[in-house]
């Protein structure tokens, strides 16, 4: 059975790090996991998380699509850098729209992990703890081992791209193993 991954990547950089990580990671996805990669420019399309908007039941259509594709999805993996200690806006913003409405948003119950690259040494690791913690207060079900918390980004990929870095082909691999194994045994779970 084919598991589905949405991967939200953090950066709206054209150039971004994190973007060419999360395809690299769609292209080493074994043939039973289909990775799909939304944006940073496609997050930051989104407005900000308005709650008038949502008890009016107005999300706008690009909010709606994203709670689709959430919803259709066995797994929720983020792709990120850190910016100033946590997590980027963009990206913080769509897990919002994903925690509502309240109790029954799409990240209930899904398998999610967070990864990424940074500038600092620690690759992200704060940016990481703390999408952990929202996708946790959110109701995902958070997967946090293995890591793939990837420092020194502009040296690290100065002259080799993500998709061939050994950790990402290594540990980026694992991270969606285990989003499929838990997405696997969410199924069983509900099949009961
Ligand atoms: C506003 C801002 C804040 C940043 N804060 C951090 C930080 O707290 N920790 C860190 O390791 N890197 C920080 N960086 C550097 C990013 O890690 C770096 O720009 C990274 O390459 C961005 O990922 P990208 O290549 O996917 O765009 C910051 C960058 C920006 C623009």
Redesign the pocket.
Known sequence: MTTTVLTL?????N???????AHALAELAPEDIDVKVVS?KELAELAFYDEDIENAGAAPQNVADLREAAGAADALLIV???????L?AVVKNAVDWLSRPFGSGALKGLPAAVV?????????V??HDHGRLSLQIAGAEVVDQPRLEL?H??KRFADQEPVDDVEVRESGVGVLKALAEAAQNARVAVAG
């Open positions: 990547v953090g950066s709206i950089r150039d971004s790090t994190n973007l060419k990580l940073g990120t850098p850190e910016y100033n200690g946590t980027p990424g690259t940074s500038m600092g040494q620690y690759g992200g704060w940016a420092g980004v502009h």
